[in-house]
């Protein structure tokens, strides 16, 4: 009867246990997707070692350079490193939770085209405020309808896009699809996030 009486408080125990963490990775879950999420700024942009911050205009780039972009397109081993600020504005009342992001799948949408996608493997954590981060991802350009090759006009444009001037540069939109670590395990957000840039 004793030991009855123990196993029934250990299990006890261990249901507000869970109840408990369940809320609190349910209450974290929710308070990320609520957020508002603003892309303050590229510090940091190479596309397979070279720096797209530094190229304007297709001239910009060397013959080397437009060989090595070439091959790893044609090769479909398209890498970027890029350090960018993400603003995270959290709810009232949520202000002081973190998350880990164990796995970011982004897209890039230019004029609402979906131009390009990419994976983040490696873990993030985020905070309310401006959280500066650095990430490797391969890249997949999006295929053209009817073809099953990447447009290789989209390269090019893509990677003049960053500098220029805003009245001459298009709509472009990043979306983020992040998967978190939460008390019972990695949970990935069932849609994709607006990023405002």
């Known amino acids: ?19 408990g963490f369940s809320c609190s990775t349910k209450n974290d879950v929710e308070a990320f997707k609520e957020a508002k999420y603003d892309l303050e700024s590229i510090e940091r942009m190479e596309l397979n070692g070279i720096d797209l911050l530094k190229k304007k205009r297709p001239q910009d780039f060397s013959f080397s350079d437009a060989a090595t972009l070439y091959t790893a397109f044609s090769d ?14 959290l709810p009232e009342g949520s202000q002081e939770r973190t998350m880990t992001v164990t796995q970011l799948k982004w897209q890039l949408l230019v004029d609402d085209q979906h131009t390009l996608d990419g994976l983040v493997s490696e873990p993030v954590e985020l905070r309310n405020g401006l959280n500066t981060i650095t ?13 099953s090759q990447p447009d290789l006009n989209k390269l090019l444009r893509l990677a003049t896009l960053l500098n220029k001037d805003s009245a001459d540069r298009p709509k472009v939109t990043l979306q983020i699809k992040p998967t978190i670590q939460t008390s019972v395990g990695p949970l990935e957000l069932p849609s994709y996030i607006k990023i405002k840039g």
């Open 1 to 19: 009867m004793m030991i009855m009486r123990k196993i029934g408080k250990y299990t006890l125990l261990l249901l507000l246990l869970v109840a």
């Open 76 to 89: 479909n081993s398209l890498n970027a490193v890029s350090t960018i600020g993400l603003k995270v504005e």
């Open 135 to 147: 990430v490797t991802s391969p890249l997949t350009f999006a295929t053209s309808e009817g073809s």
